[in-house]
């Protein structure tokens, strides 16, 4: 019984089908049609992670290669700046290993942010600002 509803208790002056006899066809028709309709508004409501005929992946499987493609991604990019760092100033090793820390974090920061733990970023959204334009601008 869902939670509020009252109990199903037939109403004074209906009858109650005996014990062995089978109710009328017509109840268990009115009875059968209030079941669809019930369960199709239950199913419209309802949206489902992977429709039918759609092809690819379901929707999990689909984040966890973008989460851990965008992980790699910072982790790659530290590790190529820190050997070029490297080449250029020679201080082999100190470049990558300070450039593999940052691409880490930079990767960790990336799967925070598409999860949504962590507000995006708001550098570039409506330009740099300087103290001297706005609306307190003196004359």
Do not use: C
Request: proline content about 9%.
């Amino acid at each position: 019984m869902a939670k509020g509803d009252k109990p199903d208790k037939p109403e004074r002056g209906t009858r109650i089908p005996e014990q062995g006899s089978s109710p009328e066809p017509s109840d268990l028709e009115i009875r059968r049609r209030n079941l669809q309709e019930k369960l199709a508004r239950y199913n419209s409501a309802k949206k489902p992670d992977h429709e039918e005929g759609e092809s690819g992946p379901p929707k999990g499987m689909a984040q966890a290669i973008r989460l851990s493609s965008e992980f790699l991604a910072g982790v790659v990019v530290g590790v190529i700046l820190g050997l070029g760092i490297d080449q250029l100033a020679g201080t082999s090793p100190w470049g990558l290993i300070i450039f593999l820390f940052l691409g880490f974090s930079a990767g960790v920061l990336n799967i925070l942010r598409s999860v949504g733990a962590v507000a995006p970023s708001q550098i570039g959204k409506n330009g740099a600002s300087r103290q001297d334009e706005g609306p307190n601008k003196p004359e």
